[in-house]
Structure formats: structure tokens, C-alpha cells
């Protein structure tokens, strides 16, 4: 009976001296860097044909959707804004009485995905819309530019040459 | 902590326990027997995966989630942890360590997810300023471990649940993740 009672006493000793088990912490970093400036590639110039449609000039391909590529990358997206087609140099007599210019991002599937600045009318074989603004989301877009100047009527245009420019404008948000 | 006193209370206590044995008729006695030691903690964290911090999309805020269920901004922390029994985690807040100074965020959260598990009650999380996420998503609540390793996903937000645009610069948080084993 005593050495029980010995043996006891020691199990309440050792329950008595064991701590409680500790709480342990971990601290999990983050870290990133926002930058809210818009950068774009260097575009590769396009090139002007006849319109197939219309007494125009217009950059290759824009009857079929397509234009000149450039990309351009938004750290937290931003806003869009393409202007109508500025000539640089034209033929004397080419009188472009309606002048339009079209950015698609990627296959411009949805109309929240075009962007149509245009003056004098639009061409309806290349867009009808005309909100010349654009929601970029953030990381890398890649648009599709083109252009078409002249008149919405089927004809010929003056031989010569025939230079212009498509401003496409793009705010950080 | 065993000085020569104890070392001979020790030895009076085995004498008196062999003694006891074959003399029935002595007097009862006792003796204390000290022990000492340091019990290791029943839990042991890894070495942390550090997140990374992305705008959340159109929304003015800063986020590190994509590796938690549901949430998908830049990139979760990670970190394994093994208890030798069960034990409840919990987490806190996202604290800021650097930030523009022109960033004030609304609502801040944090969220640890155990493993893939997607039942209500294998997250935790903490918010100051209200939730940003669903709250029916991310209850907040601490996590009953299991007994074993538990790899843990750990996703943050600061900002608020509004279109904006947030300050450029460098952003840096952590997250603070406890475990107290049963």
C-alpha cells in the first residue's frame, strides 16, 4: 500500500512540473509593386490600299478585321481613346469627306472591345460604332489598329501617295 | 534542477522504496522527486512561402490570393505545419510594413485555407473594416487542426470593394498565422 501511494505521489509531481504546450506564431510575407504607367510596343507601320468598297483609302485588311498590331501593358488597366485618322501627305485632289479609324483588343468580339473615332459618317464594312473610348483591364492588351479615309460611296481614288497617322491615346487609371 | 540534496533525496527514496518492501511495519514515509524539463511545443511550422501582392483587378485595392479557393489576385503564402496533437489556428489581420503613403485601405482581410479542403470550416480569417470577401466564403473564425502536417494557404487583400485605381509603389505586408495545440 505504501509503495502505491509512493508512486502516486510522484505522477502528480511530474503533472504539476509539465508546461503547457506554447502557442507558436508564423509571420507569412507579401509584397508587389503597383505601377499605374501604360507602356506600348513599337508598332509596325501598316499599309494603304484601294478600298474594295468604297472611293477610299484604307490600311490592309480592315475589311477583314484585321489592322496593325500593337500591344500595350497597364499595370492596373486604364481608359482608351483613338482619334480619327490625320493625313500626313495625300494626292492633291483626294477629297476625304468621311474619315474613320477602328482599335479592336484581340478579335474585338464584344463591343466593349472596339473603339471607332470617325468624322463625316462612318464606313459601314468596318464598324458603326462610334464610341472612340475603351476600358483597358490591367496587365498586356493587345489591339489591332486600322483606318479608312474617303467617301462611303463605291469608286476609284487618285493615283499618288498617301501617308497618315492614327493617334491612339491611353490614360492610366 | 538536481543538486546534491535532491540527489540524496532520490537516493533515500529508492532505499526507502526497497526497504518498504520487506518491512511491513515501518513507518510511513514520503519523499518528493523533483523532475525538470523543457516539452517542446506540440506544433512546428515550415519555412513560409512568401505571397505576391497584385492590384485586384478594377477594384482599388492590393492582393496576394490565387492558391486560396475563390480568390484569384496575384499569388497566396504558403506554409506547412505538424503538430504532434490537434490545435486551433488562427489568424491575424494583414499588417502593413511598407506602403505608399497615400494608401489608406478601407477593409483589409486575410484568409488561411487548410490544403484544398473547401468545407466552410477548413478557413480562417480576420478583417479590420469589414470583410472584403464574402463573408459566407470566409468566415471569421480560427481552424481546428488535425493531429499531423496541415499544408496551410494563406491569401490578403487591403483596399477597398469599389472600381479605382490605388497609389504606384512598393507594397509590403505580412500575415500573422498562430497555432495553439490542444
Given at each position: 500500500m505504501q509503495n502505491i501511494a509512493f508512486s502516486v505521489g510522484v505522477l502528480l509531481i511530474l503533472t504539476s512540473i509539465a508546461p503547457n504546450?506554447?502557442?507558436?506564431?508564423?509571420?507569412?510575407?507579401?509584397?508587389?509593386?503597383?505601377?499605374?504607367?501604360?507602356?506600348?510596343?513599337?508598332?509596325?507601320?501598316?499599309?494603304?490600299?484601294?478600298?474594295?468598297?468604297?472611293?477610299?483609302?484604307?490600311?490592309?485588311?480592315?475589311?477583314?478585321?484585321?489592322?496593325?498590331?500593337?500591344?500595350?501593358?497597364?499595370?492596373s488597366g486604364g481608359k482608351l481613346t483613338i482619334d480619327t485618322p490625320k493625313a500626313i501627305q495625300v494626292p492633291s485632289n483626294f477629297n476625304a469627306s468621311t474619315l474613320q479609324s477602328i482599335v479592336k483588343r484581340g478579335n474585338g468580339s464584344t463591343a466593349e472591345d472596339i473603339a471607332s473615332a470617325s468624322s463625316g459618317g462612318t464606313f459601314a464594312a468596318v464598324s458603326t460604332i462610334a464610341t472612340p473610348t475603351m476600358i483597358l483591364p490591367a496587365g498586356n492588351s493587345d489591339l489591332n489598329v486600322g483606318m479608312i479615309a474617303g467617301k462611303t460611296i463605291p469608286g476609284l481614288i487618285p493615283n499618288g501617295d498617301y501617308r497618315y497617322t492614327v493617334k491612339v491615346t491611353i490614360a492610366p487609371n | 534542477m538536481l543538486n546534491f540534496k535532491s540527489l540524496l533525496k532520490v537516493s533515500a527514496g529508492l532505499i526507502l522504496v526497497s526497504t518498504i518492501g520487506v518491512s511491513t511495519k515501518a513507518q510511513a514515509q514520503s519523499a518528493d522527486v523533483p523532475f525538470g524539463g523543457t516539452i517542446p511545443s506540440n506544433c512546428v511550422f515550415g519555412t513560409p512561402t512568401p505571397g505576391i501582392l497584385v492590384k485586384t483587378g478594377t477594384f482599388a485595392a492590393i492582393e496576394g490570393s490565387t492558391g486560396v479557393s475563390g480568390v484569384n489576385f496575384g499569388t497566396a503564402g504558403k506554409v506547412?505545419?505538424?503538430?504532434?496533437?490537434?490545435?486551433?489556428?488562427?489568424?491575424?489581420?494583414?499588417?502593413?510594413?511598407?506602403?505608399?503613403?497615400?494608401?489608406?485601405?478601407?477593409?483589409?482581410?486575410?484568409?488561411?485555407?487548410?490544403?484544398?479542403?473547401?468545407?466552410?470550416?477548413?478557413?480562417?480569417?480576420?478583417?479590420?473594416?469589414?470583410?472584403?470577401?464574402?463573408a459566407s466564403a470566409f468566415p471569421a473564425q480560427g481552424i481546428t487542426l488535425p493531429a499531423g502536417n496541415s499544408d496551410l494557404n494563406v491569401a490578403m487583400v487591403a483596399g477597398d470593394v469599389v472600381s479605382g485605381s490605388i497609389p504606384s509603389g512598393s507594397y509590403s505586408y505580412y500575415v500573422r498565422v498562430t497555432v495553439a495545440p490542444n
Open positions: 504546450a506554447q502557442a507558436q506564431s508564423i509571420d507569412i510575407p507579401f509584397s508587389g509593386t503597383v505601377s499605374n504607367s501604360c507602356s506600348f510596343s513599337t508598332p509596325t507601320p501598316g499599309t494603304l490600299i484601294q478600298s474594295p468598297n468604297y472611293a477610299a483609302i484604307e490600311s490592309n485588311g480592315i475589311s477583314q478585321g484585321k489592322g496593325v498590331q500593337v500591344s500595350v501593358n497597364c499595370g | 506547412s505545419v505538424n503538430c504532434s496533437t490537434g490545435a486551433t489556428l488562427t489568424v491575424a489581420a494583414p499588417t502593413a510594413v511598407v506602403v505608399p503613403a497615400t494608401f489608406v485601405p478601407a477593409k483589409t482581410q486575410s484568409v488561411v485555407q487548410r490544403g484544398t479542403n473547401t468545407a466552410l470550416t477548413d478557413f480562417a480569417s480576420a478583417n479590420t473594416g469589414g470583410p472584403f470577401w464574402p
